[in-house]
């Protein structure tokens, strides 16, 4: 992350479902503008977030992933 730089994001078609009452999945785009390592990564992406809520109420985030579309 210390080689990155984000100038700009903008999120869209955030969803959030909970399979169970402790695990919450988000899905949703972002659009950046953003460099890493001195390359271009600027697009829109699809993400998702899986979150799971331990027993001292705290939510931790578990998996987390993003691929670029097309």
């Known amino acids: 992350m210390a080689k990155t730089d984000v100038r700009n994001?903008?999120?869209a078609d955030m969803k959030v479902v909970f399979p169970a009452a402790?695990?919450?999945v988000i899905s949703y785009k972002v659009t950046t503008q953003a460099t890493s390592a001195g390359q271009d990564i600027s697009g829109t992406y699809n993400a998702a977030t899986v979150?799971?809520?331990y027993?001292?109420?705290?939510w931790l985030a578990?998996?987390?992933t993003f691929v670029?579309?097309?």
């Open 9 to 11: 994001n903008a999120f």
């Open 22 to 24: 402790d695990v919450a």
């Open 51 to 53: 979150w799971v809520k």
């Open 62 to 64: 578990v998996f987390h």
């Open 68 to 70: 670029k579309t097309q």
């Open 55 to 58: 027993a001292d109420k705290t």
